[in-house]
C-alpha cells in the first residue's frame, strides 16, 4: 500500500507556525503588559521613599500656643537626588491623642489654617522642589487641636500617595 | 509489504541555529533596551560614586557686596562650579538653580576647565543686593562622567560651605 504523500507544502506550513506563534505572542502580551505595567506601577513611589524631611536647621517643627490657639511651624527639605522627578502634591498628617488630620499641600493651593511661614512668598502654597528654587520650605499650620506627631508622604501626579517619607515629634517652641 | 513514504523534508540545522541566534540576539536585545530605561544612569568620579567625591570637596568661598563670589579650591577634587543658595525666614532659596541654559548652568557658577587644587577664582552670581554679614550657603557643584558622557552633579547642601558678604 502507497501512502498518499499530499498535504501542507513546507512553505504554508512554515507561514502557518509563525502566524500561529504571533497570534499566540499577541494574546499573551495583551494578558502580561497590563499586568507588567500595574506591577511597575507600585514602584513609583521608589524615587521618594525619603524625598521629604523634616529640617531641624531653623529650630522649629514646634507649636506656640495662644489662648486655644497652636501655631504649628513646621520646616520641610526635599532631600531627593533626583531632579528630574518631582511629586505633585505632599501630605502631612498631625497626629494627636485621639486621631489624625490630613493636610494636602499642592503648588498654588490656598488653605484657610495653612500658610508658607515667610510671608513674602504670598498666599499661595508651595512644596519643596530637590534642586528647585526653595529646596526647603517652612509652613505655619493653625489649629485649636494639640498635635504631637507629623508625619509626611509624597503624593504623585496621579494622586496616589506614596509611603511615609519621615516623621517627627512635635514639641512646644522654647522662645 | 508496506512502504511507508516518510518525508524527510524541514529545516535544515544551519537555517534553524541561525534562527535560534537571532531568537536570542532579538530577546538580549528587548531585556537590554529595557534595562537601560529602568536602572538608574550612575555618576561616577574618579571611579568611586560622584557623592562620595562629595565627601571630599573643600574650598574656602568669599562673597563680596557686589554680587563676586571668590573661591578657592583647598581639597583634591576640582570643582566644576558653585550654586548660591540664601537662607530666609524658615526657607531655601536657590539663587543658582542649576538648570541647563544653552550647555550652561542657569544662574550658576561655571569654570570652564574645572578649579584644580590651590587655585582660586571669581565668578559673578546674581545676588540681589546683599549687605554686608548676611549668609549665603555655597554648594559645589563637580563634573561626573557617565559611561557615555560627562554631566555636572550638585553635591547635597550637606557639603555646602555658609559665607558671609563682605565689603
Do not use: H
Amino acid at each position: 500500500m502507497i501512502l498518499k504523500k499530499r498535504g501542507v507544502s513546507s512553505v504554508v506550513a512554515t507561514m502557518l507556525l509563525i502566524v500561529l506563534t504571533i497570534v499566540s505572542i499577541a494574546i499573551l502580551a495583551s494578558f502580561t503588559v497590563p499586568f507588567v505595567k500595574k506591577s511597575l506601577k507600585s514602584t513609583d513611589c521608589f524615587e521618594f521613599r525619603s524625598y521629604f524631611k523634616f529640617d531641624n536647621s531653623f529650630g522649629y517643627n514646634c507649636y506656640n500656643e495662644n489662648n486655644i490657639q497652636k501655631s504649628y511651624l513646621i520646616t520641610l527639605k526635599a532631600d531627593g537626588s533626583s531632579t528630574e522627578q518631582k511629586p505633585e502634591s505632599l501630605s502631612l498628617r498631625f497626629f494627636k491623642n485621639t486621631g489624625v488630620t490630613v493636610v494636602n499641600i499642592k503648588n498654588g493651593d490656598t488653605l484657610p489654617d495653612m500658610i508658607m511661614l515667610d510671608p513674602s512668598l504670598g498666599p499661595s502654597l508651595i512644596i519643596p522642589i530637590a534642586g528647585g528654587t526653595y529646596p526647603l520650605l517652612s509652613y505655619n499650620y493653625t489649629s485649636n487641636d494639640l498635635y504631637n506627631k507629623v508625619e509626611v508622604y509624597p503624593v504623585l501626579a496621579d494622586n496616589k500617595v506614596c509611603d511615609k517619607s519621615d516623621s517627627i515629634k512635635i514639641i512646644k517652641c522654647s522662645n | 509489504m508496506f512502504k511507508i513514504g516518510v518525508s524527510k523534508k524541514g529545516l535544515s540545522p544551519v537555517i534553524a541555529t541561525v534562527l535560534l541566534i537571532s531568537l536570542a540576539l532579538v530577546l538580549a536585545l528587548i531585556i537590554f533596551i529595557w534595562a537601560r530605561s529602568v536602572i538608574k544612569e550612575k555618576v561616577e568620579k574618579f571611579g568611586e560614586t560622584i557623592e562620595s567625591a562629595c565627601d571630599d570637596v573643600s574650598f574656602n568661598a568669599e562673597l563680596e557686596s557686589s554680587g563676586r563670589v571668590n573661591i578657592n579650591n583647598l581639597g583634591n577634587v576640582p570643582l566644576y562650579g558653585i550654586e548660591v543658595r540664601k537662607r530666609g525666614l524658615g526657607l531655601v532659596k536657590n539663587l543658582g538653580a542649576g538648570y541647563f541654559d544653552n550647555g550652561l548652568p542657569k544662574g550658576a557658577g561655571k569654570f570652564d576647565n574645572g578649579l584644580p587644587k590651590g587655585a582660586g577664582k571669581s565668578v559673578d552670581i546674581e545676588l540681589g543686593n546683599p549687605s554686608v554679614g548676611e549668609e549665603f550657603i555655597i554648594v559645589p557643584i563637580l563634573l561626573g562622567e557617565t559611561d557615555l558622557y560627562k554631566k555636572p552633579y550638585t553635591c547635597s547642601e550637606d557639603f555646602g560651605k555658609i559665607a558671609e558678604v563682605v565689603a
